[in-house]
């Protein structure tokens, strides 16, 4: 990480603190007041609690110090008091025990791009479904799957277009060497071509996921 990027930045060695931000549900009611200052009300509404409520844990995140008071705001002509993280950037150092997010945590935060992607993905669909075949068939657990190839594969008068789109998912076995050789390349894959990426008239934004991890065991059927 650029050094630039930690500029404005408290590290957090305190393990009930960390536990707390990485708590799925209650480090949510951290969020708005990070880097940047929020009153109690505007908290409450955003974390779906009552301001009473909101009350009560900015007590306590000022008791742990994490948020500090910012001073006053003016609202429909009265001064209601807002509050603030005390650096713009948290770092956590939390002992192994409290390392791992929730499970709430990864759906909170990955559910949305998912939910994005699988937009994408049929619209996608849509756009080459004259020139697209559906091959239904099962694999060797004896599960129904179903993949989508171009119909050129099957009739040559059909005219192959070209198709921006890739969904691709498989289980690879690979030595540890290997596993980190294809790391490597997907991050550069990525890099290379973050680096040719900026707005205009004439660019597509593209939503892009590189994945790669340890298949978790499957429960015996």
Known sequence: M?????????VVRDPEVVAL????????YFEPFLGRACTVSEAAASCGLRPNAMSYWVRKFGRLGMVRDSGPREERGRRVRTYRSVADQLVLLPPAAVSVPSEEYFRREWDPYWERFMRGAILTSLEVADVWAARLYRD???????????????DASVTPVSIVGANSWGTLH?????????QGELDALFERYAAR?????????????????????TAPE
């Open 197 to 217: 990426s900026s707005k205009g008239s004439d660019r597509t934004p593209y939503l892009l996921h590189l994945g790669l991890v340890k298949e978790p065991p």
């Open 174 to 182: 690979l030595t540890r060497p290997d596993a980190e050789a294809l």
């Open 140 to 154: 060797e657990g004896g599960r129904l799957r179903r993949e989508g190839f171009p119909r050129w594969y099957l």
């Open 21 to 28: 931000l990485l708590d799925g549900r209650r480090g949510r």
């Open 2 to 10: 650029p050094q630039a990027q930690l500029q404005d930045t408290q």
